[in-house]
């Protein structure tokens, strides 16, 4: 695995990828940040030498390099989830990537279900812990001391700097941001009611299908990451509505510009 990382790290470096400061993973339907970015290179996955393809037909599959706010930044425009029949260590390929490449922070977004009955549609949830309930870990197995430890800490997973830079962004351009706990699971099925019912008593205030891999592999190499997640749909288990995949996708897109603003201005001060 390390050989094949480091493969594909020559390629990008060969291809003029040098020094990015900044990794970005752009989830669902927040695709479209990617255009605030002076691009000096693009790639599709598919050309890039060992990288997995992107199987969900609203993730683009491409990685973007250029300059944004004064920094060099690496986009992932598409993730990769465990529930496509990825491996985990497919999932995580793209954070390991970036930090062989020498990236500092990741920046990640996703799209989520709320089980805190308080939130609506919309809304901005900066996520400070997590809840894996994914069926692997992408640590599992031979543990590859080059890239970190064999029980990396996660007491604070995501950067207590970062969420605080963000905090103070929101206030500041008056954008509503909550702060709660993300529950992750396999997918691609939604949950029951009886499964809502369950994240709400564990501690859960929103869940998805993905992040939380990625996080772990940003713990482990000592790698600062945070996470925003747009809330596209309400899980009242007392009056659960079916929801399409299209209104997911526009909720999540009606909330990039504010998205769009945290994260161009969370990067342009680091």
């Known amino acids: 695995m390390l050989e094949q990382l480091e ?5 990008l470096r060969s291809k003029g990828i040098i020094a990015p400061e900044i990794g970005v993973v752009l989830g669902t ?3 479209d940040m990617a255009n605030m970015i002076e691009t000096e290179k693009q790639f599709s996955y ?14 683009f599959g491409k990685l973007i390099y250029g300059n944004l706010r004064g920094k060099k930044v690496i986009a992932f425009q598409g993730r990769f989830h465990y529930y496509e029949g990825h491996s985990m260590e497919d999932v ?4 390991r990537v970036m930090k062989l490449l ?3 922070y990741v920046l990640l977004s996703n799209a989520a279900g709320a089980v805190n009955l308080d939130y609506e549609k919309g809304d901005l949830m900066l996520i400070d812990d997590h809840i894996n309930l994914q069926p692997e870990n992408p640590l ?3 543990n590859i001391d080059e890239l970190g430890p064999r029980f990396p800490d996660m007491s604070q997973p995501y950067s207590s700097v970062l969420n ?13 941001l909550r702060e709660g706990v993300y529950a992750s699971v396999q997918g691609p099925s939604l949950e029951t009611r009886a499964e809502y019912r369950m994240l709400k008593l564990i501690g859960a205030d929103a869940v998805g299908m993905s992040t939380v891999p990625e996080v772990i592999a940003c713990n482990h190499m000592k790698l600062p990451c945070c996470c925003v997640s747009v809330i596209t749909d309400i899980c009242n288990p007392d009056n659960l509505k079916s929801l399409s995949i299209e209104e997911i996708i526009a909720i999540a897109q009606s909330a990039e510009k504010k998205i ?11």
């Open 102 to 104: 020498g990236v500092k």
């Open 140 to 142: 599992r197995g031979y």
């Open 29 to 31: 339907g927040l695709g």
């Open 92 to 95: 995580v390929m793209p954070i």
């Open 46 to 59: 598919n050309v890039i030498p060992h990288f997995p393809i992107a199987t969900v037909e609203f993730h």
């Open 164 to 176: 605080g830079k963000l905090k103070a962004i929101a206030t500041k351009h008056n954008i509503a």
């Open 7 to 11: 493969e594909t790290v020559e390629w």
């Open 260 to 270: 769009s603003t945290l994260y161009s201005e969370l990067i342009e001060e680091l």
